[in-house]
């Protein structure tokens, strides 16, 4: 089974700061099937990117995702106070462990 | 809209039986697959598996297979996950989850997410 490995595990940012998660994958996956989550405390995950870098429907596109093999990237280029939040990527059966980005 | 709806939180004692549901509409419910996906308090989220309504199929992580059990009744859109003997252990929030295209594939829209409580 493929291990995603997520750093940091949290990242301390201002708002209008850019944001910069890591998800990287224990072996080489098709970008094709890697996702992004964002939850917010008490919330269901909501869908922000898939196939590595394309935006889910009604997602800012201060969000952006790239990578490919082993590598995969989230940025979000500014954030705003509804940001602060846990972000998980996703490829087929397997989960990050989550970066929380929060408010410094 | 697409949307799924999950059943209310639950409390229980170690040994009970659970069974929590997914009601999908607004699309085809046998077209698409439907997840399940664990959530332990504090923690991060775990695939546990799914299963396409049309046909039944289901499929297990490794880490839940024989521990759960992922079913779907489609003639009223409603998929299932449950227990036989539930542990303390079970304690977590439960999300279901749709698969916009065949797996393996991320899941879009989710459910709201079933509590359970596991505790003598």
């Known amino acids: 089974e493929i291990v995603l490995t997520q750093s940091p595990g949290t990242l301390s940012l201002s708002p209008g700061e850019r944001a910069t998660l890591s998800c990287r994958a224990s072996q080489s996956v098709s970008s094709s099937y890697l996702a992004w989550y964002q939850q917010k405390p008490g919330q269901a995950p909501r869908l922000l990117i898939y196939g590595a870098s394309s935006r889910a429907t009604g997602i800012p596109d201060r969000f952006s995702g790239s990578g490919s093999g082993t590598d995969f990237t989230l940025t979000i280029s500014r954030l705003e106070p509804e940001d602060f939040a846990v972000y998980y990527c996703?490829?087929?059966?397997?989960f990050g462990q989550g970066t929380k980005v929060e408010i410094k | 809209e697409v949307q799924l709806v999950q059943s209310g939180a639950e409390v229980k004692k170690p040994g009970e039986s659970l069974k929590i549901s997914c009601k999908g509409s607004g699309y085809s419910f046998t077209s698409y697959w439907i997840g399940w996906v664990r959530q332990m308090p504090g923690k991060g989220l775990e695939w546990m598996g799914i299963i396409y309504p049309g046909d039944s199929d289901t499929r297990y992580s490794p880490s839940f297979q024989g521990q759960v059990t992922i079913s779907a009744d489609k003639s009223i859109s409603t998929a299932y996950l449950q227990w036989s003997s539930l542990k303390a252990s079970d304690t977590a929030m439960y999300y279901c989850a749709l698969l916009p295209r065949t797996p393996p594939d991320w899941f879009d829209p989710w459910g709201q997410g079933t509590l359970v409580t596991v505790s003598s």
């Open positions: 996703q490829h087929s059966t397997s």
